[in-house]
């Protein structure tokens, strides 16, 4: 359509711009600052076992520890990692270095001497045998409730007190 004038909003390119900065700042915090990461985990039930997955990509398992204690489950770990370029007249050096930690509840009754953790491919595999007799769940019902509904009715005997006298039998 020749002559059709649209408004511009600003907004969604501003956003966009926003996390392309935020993007390349993360790149390029400088050496000695704090930048944390944490692994992502997913959770599951399979079989009546919990298992935890951690993806842990680039981090040789030595570097991994998987701990319980007090009926919670930790994945930490810390890694250095180093990189060399050299060329005619210059050497460029990088150095990476973080710590992490993801810790969980486990249900109580859960025997630390029966769990097992696996990796492949930078995936940590944590499996945790649950206890005899722990609940699969169950679904909760949701009541709505009007909030505002008693105080409206208590508004309406104020204002109008024989309407409501009337239908006591009063």
């Not at 842990?56 to 180093?82: C, F, N, R, S, Y």
């Not at 993801?102 to 930078?122: E, H, Q, Y």
């Amino acid at each position: 359509m020749a002559g059709v004038l649209t408004r511009w909003d600003p907004m969604p390119d501003l956003s966009e711009l926003r996390t392309r900065l935020d993007r390349m700042f993360d790149e390029f915090v400088p050496e000695g600052r704090d930048r944390r990461w944490t692994p992502a985990i997913d959770v599951e039930r399979h079989n009546g076992d919990l298992i935890v997955r951690a993806n842990l990509p680039g981090i040789p398992v030595e570097e991994v520890k998987v701990t319980v204690e007090d009926d919670t489950l930790t994945i930490a770990g810390e890694h250095t990692e180093e990189h060399e370029e050299r060329d005619r007249q210059m050497v460029r050096r990088e150095r990476r270095h973080g710590a992490f930690a993801r810790s969980m509840a486990l249900p109580p009754g859960v025997d630390a001497k029966r769990i097992t953790a696996t990796a492949t491919d930078g995936v940590l595999e944590v499996r945790v045998p649950m206890p005899a007799g722990s609940s699969k769940g169950r679904t909760i019902e949701i009541v709505p409730q009007q909030a505002t509904g008693e105080k409206q009715v208590e508004k309406q005997v104020e204002k109008h007190p024989e309407k409501h006298s009337q239908k006591d039998g009063k």
